[in-house]
């Protein structure tokens, strides 16, 4: 009895093991029904890994994917020239002399979602609602006031000149809204939007989806797709799932760890390219022990970056020296840092006072992005005698101690810049003014490099900006206030035959352009 | 009856209470400041303390408790810091979700566990019983993510049965039902044998078969009835803890759930929320178990005695 029962349960178990082998199969024919469905399809799905909290980019601190269909903004990147802008719902502009006014011209006839016309005054309206509101500082804090001049010209006025001014209406927290609806139901715009974009909200299902509908009378013309729906999918391996069975069409930075698998299969497409977005080391640089300027340095020598993207990277991502993205306005071709040499990096610790090495703590977020080159970090510093303890914490404790009260000494993350300008990635960061929980919480106070900073934000000659950014990137490595270490990068998984995808660093993603 | 059932209901507001005091009190002493959170690492140090203070998080903590409950009681469970909501708007928004989740898997378990149960009781020692000790064996030991994974890519994937994502009509719970059912079914297919083995041998089946009572009719009216008892609870505690949403379950089959909203409340720092969702699970947990205390009554007449005389 008790025999026969146990050749059953290994008969099971072996069907089982076979059950489960013959589903580790990575492609199939069946989707080929999918397929023929597909050509015809007037609709897409693309996987946000989280809903949204608000669809009212005056009080939304992140850069969403449907904010950019549902709104417009007064200009957009060029493609073919990073840091230059193309006419959008301004048709042309100009900037004063001292560089401390910019007039726009409004296109005529564009239309918003609710009928109106859009005037001089939606656009003076936004500017200044986007002026005052605290989530959209790092866009608008170069900016006075916004007014109307006549009936299609809008003036801005600007704090003090400013060479990035443009691409600052490229983004997000600048985006055109209704003023009369924004103005008769301010809490409610988050869920009833009212823009001029391509694409109308047509449901909103909190948690799960938000559905976008095509506007017929939009100034580009109505958009090819009809709908655009964004389903949220907090599993990445679920997502790619849905994406090869065909329920979804598009999905955004899937895991790192699919890349092979994804770019093998013949039934997606997949893009890449580098992300507008540097991570490093960075020390507070006034307290503690790496206000010791050797200690920084010692680091600086110490991390071998090659290693780091290999090991936590899977080998792809970019190295980086400087603290600007390559090809961003103002970057200083051939910069380069300090080499990876663990011998100099030992007799800096010596120098620095502590021949017999020291502890640290190295605090980082709690995702998979830090985590993995923070300990690979660890490794590294090992070598030169830095004893580093890791201390993982949520996001809202490591802001709380990094970015309000800089209660750190050493942490990796990064400097994610919009817009594509050396000024972005450099004056919150560095300034001095910018210490005690506004950007810079390197708590690097360094008056030359503050002059530099002021001159490199205010000149309008892009020859002259590219030597005082080489000098300011020339400052932080000598006094090493952080160690610049790598690009990420933007992936997108698509269906084949979605047509027209593009991907940006800033991943500003139009579904106006897309057709099947 | 309805004095027991009055009481019960009473005896949870303490509870409630406690729970709500643990929670803001967790909630507000961990480090993390939402009002950094929601405007997010470009905002002025200025504009961040401001918020603090219209949110009134600068206030005294039991003052700020204080008010909470008295909202509370009104029905004002406050508004989401980070989606601007109303919170019953937003949990009761999820909850629907899991409520089908959760009862599509008790039914699963239920009508497959309680059967092969009683089926390897009877039939012990046998081939049947082997197998049904394996394979609870087997869906206990299986992680939820896993199993949830390994089911899309073969239903959804490989034969494509069943959508892999969503949860818009019935056929989208297949899949997660399935899911969520295994540790139970596992557990049920056990508890339902072993007390049915306990009863089978008592004498009052023996009885039963020497005054020639039919195999079945023992089976169904002296034996599982009897061994009904423990089955029903096991059965509402794990209704219970389903109803809590699961966030592994609802991630990996993309279905907006409230164990999702909890743990994403709780990163935010979205105090109201997790609150609010805490004491609604916390509710329904306790409501389930008043469920199974009046079941017994039905079931048991040694139960539904002592309230019928008390």
Known sequence: MKRKSLITVLCFLMSITILMTGCAGQKTETSAPAQVEAVKKDNVTVVE??????????????????????????????????????????????????????????????????GDTLTAEDVAFSINTSIASPYTQQMTSSMESAEVVDKNKVKVKLKYAYGPILGC????????????????????????????????????????????????????????????????????????????????????????????????????????CDANAIQLVSFNNSKGVFSNKKLREAVSYAIDKEAIIMGAK????????????????????????????????????????????????????????????????????????????IEIMARGKWMEDVVTNADYDITFWAIVAPVSDADFCMYSQFHSSKTGGNGNFAECKIPELDELLEQGRQSQDPKERVEIYRKACNIIKEESVLVPILLGKRQYATNKDLLGVKINPAMKMYSHDWSW | MLRYVFKRLL??????????????????????????????????????????????????????????????????????????????????????????????????????????????????????????????????????????????????LKLDLLPAIGSDSWVNYIMPSITLAAATLAILIRMTRSTMLEVIRQDYIRTAKAKGAEGKRIIFKHALRNALLPIITVIGINFGIQLGGSVIIENVFAIPGIGSLMIDSVKMKDAPVVLASVMLVALLGGLVNLAVDIMYIFIDPRIKSQYVKG
């Open chain 1, 49 to 114: 890994k989280s809903d949204l909290a608000t669809l009212d980019p005056m009080s939304a601190t992140d850069r969403r994917i449907p904010i950019y269909q549902l709104y417009d903004t007064l200009v957009r990147d060029d493609e073919n020239k990073a840091g230059e802008v193309i006419p959008w719902l301004a048709e042309s502009w100009e900037i004063s002399g001292d560089g401390k006014e910019v007039v726009f011209t409004i296109r005529d006839g564009v239309k918003f979602h609710n």
């Open chain 1, 169 to 272: 209406f490229t983004c997000p927290e600048t985006s055109i809204l209704n003023k009369k609806a924004y103005e008769a139901d301010k809490e409610g715009f988050s869920r009833n939007p009212v823009g001029t974009g391509a694409y109308r909200l047509k449901e909103w299902v909190k948690g799960d989806k938000i559905v976008l509908e095509a506007f017929p009378d939009y100034f580009k013309g109505k958009a090819a797709i009809n709908t655009v729906t964004y389903k949220v999918i907090g599993d990445a391996s679920t997502a790619l799932v849905a994406l090869e069975k065909g329920e979804v069409d598009v999905v955004v930075n899937p895991d790192q760890s699919a890349r092979a698998s994804i770019i093998a299969n013949k039934d997606l497409a997949f893009y890449e």
């Open chain 1, 314 to 389: 899977e080998g792809v991502a970019t190295s980086v020296d400087a603290p600007i993205l390559p090809n961003y306005a103002g970057y200083p071709d051939n910069f380069k840092g300090n080499p990876y040499d663990v011998e100099k990096a030992k007799q800096l610790v010596a120098e620095a006072g502590y021949p017999n090495g020291l502890k640290v703590k190295m605090k980082t977020i709690d995702s998979e992005i830090y985590i993995k080159p923070t300990e690979i970090i660890q490794e590294q510093l090992r070598k030169i005698g830095i004893d580093v303890e």
């Open chain 2, 11 to 156: 005896m949870m507001i303490p509870v409630i209470i406690g729970i709500s005091f643990l929670l803001f009190a967790v909630m507000n002493l961990t480090p993390g400041d939402p009002a950094r959170l929601i405007l997010g690492e470009h905002a002025l140090q200025s504009d961040v303390d401001k918020l603090r203070e219209e949110m009134g998080l600068n206030e005294n903590f039991f003052v700020r408790y204080g008010n909470y409950l008295k909202d509370a009681v009104r029905g004002n469970f406050g508004e989401s810091y980070m989606l601007g909501l109303p919170v019953s708007e937003v949990v009761l928004s999820r909850f629907p979700t899991t409520l089908k989740l959760a009862t599509g898997a008790m039914i699963i378990a239920v009508l497959i566990g309680i059967p092969v149960g009683i089926i390897s009781a009877v039939k012990q020692y046998t081939i049947i019983d082997a197998l049904s000790l394996f394979s609870s064996l087997l869906l206990t030991s299986m992680p939820g993510f896993w199993l949830g994974l390994m089911l899309i890519l073969l239903f959804a």
